[in-house]
């Protein structure tokens, strides 16, 4: 299997979309949101 950006990246996207995005539903708005962006700005950094 090839990684079109490289494994890490897609671990990093993997985490984002399947781990956090879920437990998104489930916490309060505030913290979801810290959440959401402080795992954003790691997974996609190197995207920017």
Same mark, same amino acid.
């Given at each position: 299997? +090839?990684?079109?950006r490289?494994?890490k990246?897609?671990? +990093?996207?993997?985490?984002?979309?399947?781990?956090?995005?879920?437990? !998104?539903m489930?916490?309060?708005?505030?913290?979801?949101e810290? !959440?959401?962006?402080?795992?954003?700005?790691?997974?996609?950094?190197?995207? !920017?």
């Amino acid at each position: 299997m +090839k990684f079109k950006r490289g494994f890490k990246q897609y671990c +990093k996207e993997f985490v984002h979309n399947v781990i956090v995005h879920p437990m !998104l539903m489930f916490m309060p708005v505030e913290t979801a949101e810290k !959440l959401h962006d402080k795992n954003a700005d790691w997974a996609f950094r190197d995207r !920017l």
